[in-house]
């Protein structure tokens, strides 16, 4: 899968599944998440890190409800965005306490520990807790993330592959994670073996089943051909909203 994907327009609407809805919509100049499902109530929340602004709303409310919402807290909204815009966002990494990092699509705060223990980063609540030793280097640090991202998707991928392999009558004979910078997966039809994304440790769980089918779906068809296509419907009806959620995320924050 190419990064060259991220460049197709989105379409307006996506039905991510049958009973939640997601969809767009501009308040002033304020883009607005809306994501419809079966709930009782509106929830407006700014999202880390960048203070967007993300709606929750029952399936029925009407856009008009929801644009006057925002509206009535607007003034609120652009000072939080005033405010986060004007601190540097750092090109690469620090692994400094505060930083906010993501896993599993959410933002969490990293809280570095610096001591004798063992070094590992754990998920302690809404905290990314590293424990390093004293002053190690940026590297290390960067280091013990991914191997946090690479255990967890690890730890996902039995269970994925038990799922998948008997519904599509394929098998692999190995599977890896792998630090990419311009896939999401491979697939080698011929070893029939498949590299995941290091990457896919921060996007959300669908997402990473949807890049699993795909390359799977190479050991039936090779290439991107329309039975390509049919078969990834066949399979996963609602693949292209997937696609799009993880195109979306990769032109976030999200990826850096
Ligand atoms: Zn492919």
Redesign the pocket.
């Known amino acids: 899968?190419s990064w060259l994907n991220w460049l197709t327009p989105r379409p307006k609407t996506v039905k991510t599944k049958a009973v939640m809805q997601e969809s767009q919509l501009f308040v002033a100049d304020v883009a607005v998440r809306v994501i419809r499902k079966p709930i009782k109530h509106l929830h407006l929340r700014l999202v880390p890190p960048d203070a967007s602004v993300q709606v929750s709303a029952p399936l029925n409310l009407s856009d008009e409800r929801i644009r006057l919402t925002v509206l009535e807290r607007l003034t609120w909204i652009k000072a939080r965005q005033a405010v986060l815009a004007t601190r540097a966002v750092p090109a690469v990494k620090q692994y400094v306490t505060g930083e906010m990092h993501y896993y599993c699509a959410r933002a969490y705060r990293l809280e570095v520990i610096e001591g004798k223990g063992k070094q590992r980063v754990v998920l302690n609540g809404d905290v990314l807790q590293m424990t390093v030793a004293d002053a190690s280097s940026l590297e290390k640090r960067a280091a013990l993330m991914d191997a946090f991202y690479r255990a967890t998707l690890k730890a996902m991928m039995p269970d994925l592959l038990a799922k998948w392999q008997p519904i599509m009558g394929v098998k692999v004979n190995d599977w890896g994670i792998k630090a990419m910078k311009t896939r999401w997966g491979t697939?080698n039809t011929r070893d029939k073996r498949i590299w995941m994304s290091l990457m896919l440790a921060k996007t959300p769980v669908e997402c990473i089943e949807y890049v699993l089918v795909?390359?799977l779906v190479?050991l039936l068809e090779r290439n991107?051909t329309p039975r390509f296509h049919a078969l990834m419907t066949q399979f996963l009806p609602h693949w292209p909203a997937l696609k799009q959620q993880l195109n979306q995320s990769a032109r976030s924050e999200l990826m850096l």
Request: charged share 15%; with cysteine.
């Open positions: 899968m697939c795909h390359e190479h991107h």
